[in-house]
């Protein structure tokens, strides 16, 4: 069974600086991995998908890094806004099935 | 109407109602996902459809009743439910095994 784990499960930082988040998976034979943002009460987002073939993507101010052998992938995210602020998921797909972690909540003080 | 939408976007029922939860997407996916989010927990899925036939059931209470009468309408039929059953309830489709794009959520009360 897929397991997901999100470090840190909070982070808090001020604004402008660069933001860090951290996802690792059990099982590497994933067919891409996806990361979402979920703000309070709302539904998922998607922000960048990387394949499984694919070391890393960016789109804007984030940058996503996956290293499918050691089972990790790294969300960075530029010159962090208060905007920024919300719960990041990271999930990945075997099949149709996308496991989810239990998020990194982010707040960016201003 | 864009995207995935889910109606109503908050239900409140007790434990002896029936109601369902409605979920359409406009993207032309031919696949779509019931997921349950419950306080401090991951995301779990409870049902995927593709090509409006069932490939996945995660071990879900029989109280909870899925239909995907067509590629772009999913439902979820719900009764008897319990008050642990409360939770934000939501949807996804995706083409394939692609990138799954989601609704905004049903928010689920069970008094």
């Known amino acids: 069974k897929q397991e997901v784990t999100q470090i840190p499960a909070a982070l808090s930082v001020p604004e402008g600086e660069n933001l860090v988040l951290n996802c690792s998976f059990t099982d590497s034979a994933i067919y891409n991995l996806q990361w979402f943002r979920q703000d309070p009460g709302k539904g998922l987002t998607s922000l960048l998908l990387i394949q499984s073939s694919q070391r890393e993507q960016t789109s804007g101010r984030l940058n996503a890094s996956l290293d499918k052998s050691s089972g990790r992938s790294t969300l960075y995210i530029a010159a962090s806004q208060p905007g920024d602020s919300a719960t990041y998921l990271c999930a990945v797909k075997d099949d149709y099935k996308l496991s989810f972690g239990a998020g990194t909540t982010v707040t960016v003080r201003a | 109407e864009t995207g995935v939408t889910q109606t109503p976007r908050h239900l409140v029922m007790g434990m002896t109602n029936k109601k369902s939860l409605k979920c359409e997407q406009h993207?032309?996916?031919?696949?779509m996902y019931w997921y349950k989010q419950s306080a401090k927990k991951p995301l779990e899925l409870m049902f995927v459809?593709?090509?409006?036939?069932?490939?996945e059931n995660n071990s879900v209470p029989s109280r909870f009743s899925p239909e995907c009468p067509n590629s772009s309408h999913l439902f979820l039929h719900l009764h008897t439910l319990q008050p642990e059953d409360s939770a934000l309830y939501l949807c996804?489709?995706?083409?394939?095994?692609?990138?799954?794009?989601f609704g905004p959520g049903t928010r689920l009360t069970v008094l």
């Open positions: 996804a489709s995706s083409q394939g095994a692609d990138e799954q794009f």
């Open positions: 993207l032309g996916h031919n696949a």
């Open positions: 459809y593709s090509l409006e036939e069932r490939v």
